[in-house]
Nanobody
Framework: VQLVESGGGLVQPGGSLRLSCVVS????????MSWYRQAAGKERELIAS????????NYADSVKGRFTISRDNAKSTVYLQMNNLKPDDTAVHYC?????????WGQGTQVTVSS
């Protein structure tokens, strides 16, 4: 099983990034996919989730209206489009897969928002 995130980096406030998480080793379409983040010294927090078919999404209040989660089941990939980034968005961002009997984490990708 692998969940490989990419797309993180350094961006100025107000900028955008698109994170990707490519998975392998399990049936992607059977899993609810989420993005979490963990800032230094803080607990990991859920920021966005998407249903198995992609028809339902949920967001934390802190990112609502700025971030968009999407998935492509044919490519076994989940995305997080992040717009209007703020310094408070600085964190390691993790991909998470929740199935009926198992769950998996990615290794994380760093997002730093700074001028």
């Amino acid at each position: 099983v692998q969940l490989v995130e990419s797309g993180g980096g350094l961006v100025q406030p107000g900028g955008s990034l698109r994170l990707s998480c490519v998975v392998s080793g399990f049936t992607f379409s059977s899993f609810v996919m989420s993005w979490y983040r963990q800032a230094a010294g803080k607990e990991r927090e859920l920021i966005a989730s998407i249903s198995r078919g992609g028809g339902s999404t949920n967001y934390a209040d802190s990112v609502k209206g700025r971030f968009t989660i999407s998935r492509d089941n044919a490519k076994s990939t989940v995305y997080l489009q992040m717009n209007n980034l703020k310094p408070d968005d600085t964190a390691v961002h993790y991909c998470y897969a929740l199935g009926y009997t198992s769950h998996y984490w990615g290794q994380g990708t760093q997002v730093t928002v700074s001028s």
